[in-house]
């Protein structure tokens, strides 16, 4: 409704109050209007913009680049390779190829004459050699165990050897076949059908229905392996805790599991320990899956403010609270989006850097460099350094936030940003005081990266129990690429010999064992 001069109050103080107010619902306005467009702007972003912070998107754009011109270099190449030239002297590039792969030798026939004056007396003083990196496509074998019998003479009683054990029961996958099944379903993003039509393709049947029930057999056979990985990384001081949403399959469309992912990585505080990562399949996001998978752990648990948690903090938990770590790396990430829509934004080219947002950054960026000189120290060298160059930095970030803060409308994004880590103070300076504390939750969300891809390559889980097995499957193979293992390498190993192996000495099967034993065995 609008207001004529007659409606105005003539007390020039209560006028003035009314001002006031009207200032103020305007600025409110105002900075509801700005969120809404910068909502709209992160939800376009998302859609249709790169999705990496800091200087990924100028990388991908050199690397498309790059890639354009190797293209058109090579294709220059070859048509000019029909076109007659002049010859000339090539100039010596130096690619060094791995040792480990085989060699295969062409030696291109010497000519039997000279080609200019036609003599025969040719003396061999040297040669050139070029190569090249080719590939045999893989190659599918059938092995025979060949159990001879023997009749005894005397007794006449028939005798014959054992018959080896299989990875899995009644199956007739050998353990690489299995392995390279395993890996690439959870590893390469490949579901089983497309791997049946490549397989049908180099003329093996091999039907969705039965890799399935293989690598169900696999996932109960490797159960205890991934139960012990779950021992090591809950035994840890410090863990790293996230989850992601999975898709799936149910009547009607697919409904929202969520996989969740706990990662002991002792490594940026200098510790001996091997790195390891566990997963749990739940069918929804609710507290009680986290208070389930730490009910016996009492260290330090490192994730974003999920609500989830909170219970796991209080202090009357039983056997006892676990201390909470914020990461660092989510709350620079809310004002990095702000900064970075504001100034990005594709269908609004008016709209400027918001200053606030980009100052934080900044600060924040200034704390990361100084947290990326001390990693691999040991904790006490670590909480000194912070001591003296982390904690100035920090608490002048704290001070200036509070302050912004004060100056922001309650509708402003930059000010929900600093609520995120002004309301947990506590969870984001714990790191000044422990060594043992990284400043950012990455390990849990690089272990979590691969199903972010997979989700568009396999879409969504058949089942629950699908991703109950899927989560035993990515502790597996997560663990053995933190301990720098070849995933495949070693599931093939493990299937072959884990059959007939000692139940009380399975530890000895684990990716950080397997890695150094390899390495005896090889010397």
């Not at 809404?36 to 913009?49: N, S, V």
Request: aromatic share 6%.
């Amino acid at each position: 409704m609008m207001t004529t001069a007659d409606d105005l109050p003539e007390d020039h103080d209560t006028l003035k109050l009314a001002l006031i107010d009207a200032r103020a619902r305007l600025s409110g306005a105002e900075a509801l209007i700005e969120h809404l467009q910068l909502l709209i702007a992160k939800m376009k972003r998302e859609l249709f913009g790169p999705r990496s912070e800091r200087s990924q998107r100028l990388i991908d754009q050199l690397e498309l680049q790059l890639e354009e011109l190797a293209a058109a270099a090579g294709e220059d190449e070859a048509e000019a390779a029909s076109i007659p030239v002049r010859g000339f002297t090539r100039r010596k590039t130096r690619r060094d190829f791995p040792d480990h792969l085989p060699r295969r030798r062409i030696v291109h026939p010497a000519p039997s004459s000279c080609p200019c004056c036609g003599g025969t007396k040719l003396s061999k003083i040297g040669e050139d050699v070029t190569k090249t990196l080719d590939v045999v496509p893989r190659q599918l074998f059938v092995t025979e165990h060949v159990r001879e019998k023997f009749s005894c003479r005397s007794c006449e009683k028939i005798s014959q050897p054992p018959a080896p054990f299989h990875a899995i029961a009644r199956g007739f996958a050998g353990p690489s076949l299995l392995a390279m099944i395993l890996v690439d379903k959870y590893a390469n993003h490949q579901p089983l059908n497309r791997q049946s039509e490549q397989f049908a393709r180099e003329g093996v049947d091999l039907s969705v229905s039965t890799m399935a029930d293989h690598v169900g057999a696999c996932a109960a056979v490797l159960l205890p392996l991934a139960e012990l990985i779950k021992a090591h990384v809950f035994a840890a001081e410090r863990i790293h805790g996230d989850d992601t949403r999975v898709p799936v399959l149910a009547k009607v469309k697919t409904k929202t599991g969520r996989l969740w992912t706990y990662v002991r990585d002792d490594r940026p505080f200098g510790g001996a320990a091997p790195p390891a990562a566990v997963y749990y399949y739940s069918p929804d996001r609710g507290g009680a899956h986290p208070a389930r998978h730490l009910a016996g752990y009492c260290g330090i648990l490192q994730a974003d403010a999920y609500g989830g948690f909170d219970a796991l903090y209080n202090a009357d938990r039983k056997p006892g609270p676990i201390k909470q770590a914020g990461c660092w790396a989510h709350a620079r990430r809310k004002l990095f989006e702000l900064a970075d829509v504001a100034s990005k934004a594709r269908d609004n080219t008016s709209t400027v850097i918001s200053p606030i947002a980009f100052a934080a950054v900044q600060k924040f960026d200034a704390i990361f460099a100084q947290e990326r000189a001390i990693h691999g120290l040991s904790p006490d060298q670590r909480l000194a350094a912070r001591r003296r160059d982390v904690a100035p930095l920090v608490d002048d970030l704290i001070e200036w936030m509070k302050r912004e803060r004060a100056k922001l409308s309650g509708h402003s994004d930059v000010a929900k940003a600093f609520n995120y880590m002004l309301r947990r103070i506590d969870a984001f300076t714990c790191f000044l005081n422990d060594g043992r504390i990284c400043l950012s939750n990455n390990a849990a969300e690089r272990a979590m990266r691969g199903i972010a891809i997979g989700r568009k390559a396999w879409l969504f889980a058949g089942s629950d129990r699908g991703g109950e097995r899927t989560a035993v499957m990515l502790t597996l193979i997560q663990t053995a690429r933190l301990n720098d293992v070849d995933p495949q390498a070693w599931l093939a190993d493990v299937l072959a010999r884990i059959a007939d192996h000692k139940i009380n000495d399975l530890a000895a099967l684990l990716p950080w064992h397997w890695s150094r034993a390899r390495i005896d065995r090889a010397a």
